[in-house]
């Protein structure tokens, strides 16, 4: 069983950044996503294929350290409309981490 565990969450300023991390333990490394509540934020295949929704186009970016078996998402100029829960999908199932707040003040 795959288990993805969440962390780097925090409370910051509009434009500071953040990076957050998925750790992924219990099977080979995938494809992964990251989701803002039930919205997609970002994805990444096991190719490093990457795909962000337009609103973060530019400002967030992903990465993957195959040795560690982490996904990170670090994200830039971050906006009060960024709020929310991050969660970790294992791409194409229905498993993910129990998420990590981030929470973004004007």
């Known amino acids: 069983q795959v288990q993805l565990v969440e962390s780097g969450g925090g409370s910051v300023q509009a434009g500071d950044s953040l990076r957050l991390s998925c750790a992924v333990s219990g099977r080979s490394f995938n494809a992964y996503a990251w989701f803002r509540q039930r919205e997609f934020v970002a994805s990444i295949t096991n190719m490093n294929r990457k795909n962000y929704t337009s609103s973060v186009q530019g400002r967030f970016a992903l990465s993957r350290q195959n040795s560690k078996n982490t996904v990170y998402l670090l994200m830039n100029s971050l906006k009060p409309e960024d709020t929310g829960v991050y969660y970790c999908?294992?791409?194409?199932?229905?498993?993910w981490g129990r998420g990590t707040q981030v929470t973004v003040s004007s």
């Open positions: 999908n294992q791409g194409g199932t229905n498993n």
